[in-house]
C-alpha cells in the first residue's frame, strides 16, 4: 500500500519523532523513504525584520547549514532504524506547497509530519504548514503529536 513515504522535517524536536516513527513504519512495511526539509527564500526586497540586514550570503549560508544538521539528523535516525533514506532540500516561502509537489513528483504513496500543535488564535490567523498539507493534499497524510 505505501511503497515511498515523504517524511517532511524542520528540525526540531517534535519533527524528529515524526522521522522516527516515519522510518518504523517503512521499515515495517518495506517502503523507500524521502526525507525532505524546506528553507526561506531570500528576497531582495523584504519587509520581514530577519531578512531587511541580510545580503544572500549572509541569509542562505546559516540556512544551508540549518538544512544540512536537520537532515543529517535525520538521516541519522533512518540509519538507526535499518532504513535507507533519500534526503532532499529544497527552499519556498509556503512549504507546504513544496511538501505536496515534491510528495506528487515522487510518486509518493504517504505524508509523514509533525502538528507542532499550534492552537488558539495563532492557529486561526497564521494556520501551520501541517494543517495546509492536510487540507490541500490527496495524498494521505499521518500526522505525529
Same mark, same amino acid.
Given at each position: ?10 528540525? /526540531? ?6 522521522? @522516527? ?11 523507500? #523513504? ?7 527564500? =531570500?528576497?531582495? =526586497? ?7 540586514? @541580510?545580503?544572500?550570503? /549572509?541569509?542562505?549560508?546559516? %540556512? ?5 544538521? *536537520?537532515?543529517?539528523?535525520? !538521516? ?9 533514506? *533519500?534526503?532532499?532540500? %529544497? @527552499? ?5 506547497? *513544496? ?12 505524508? #509523514?509530519?509533525? !502538528? ?5 488564535? !495563532?492557529?486561526?490567523?497564521?494556520? +501551520?504548514?501541517? *494543517?495546509?498539507?492536510? +487540507?490541500? !493534499? ?5 500526522? #505525529?503529536?
Amino acid at each position: 500500500m505505501y511503497r515511498r513515504i515523504l517524511i517532511a522535517t524542520d528540525g /526540531s524536536t517534535l519533527a524528529a519523532i515524526a522521522v @522516527e516513527h516515519g522510518c518504523k513504519l517503512a521499515k515495517s512495511l518495506g517502503a523507500e #523513504v524521502l526525507i525532505l526539509t524546506v528553507t526561506k527564500r =531570500f528576497h531582495l =526586497f523584504a519587509l520581514g525584520s530577519d531578512q531587511l540586514e @541580510e545580503t544572500l550570503s /549572509s541569509f542562505r549560508d546559516p %540556512m544551508q547549514k540549518q538544512a544540512e544538521r *536537520t537532515l543529517s539528523d535525520a !538521516s541519522a535516525i533512518a540509519r538507526d532504524i535499518g532504513v535507507e533514506a *533519500t534526503t532532499l532540500q %529544497m @527552499e519556498d516561502d509556503a512549504p507546504y506547497r *513544496t511538501i505536496i509537489r515534491v510528495a506528487e513528483d515522487y510518486v509518493c504513496n504517504l505524508i #509523514v509530519m509533525a !502538528s507542532h500543535g499550534r492552537g488558539g488564535v !495563532s492557529a486561526l490567523l497564521l494556520g +501551520s504548514q501541517t *494543517t495546509k498539507v492536510l +487540507s490541500h !493534499s490527496n495524498i494521505p497524510v499521518i500526522v #505525529v503529536r
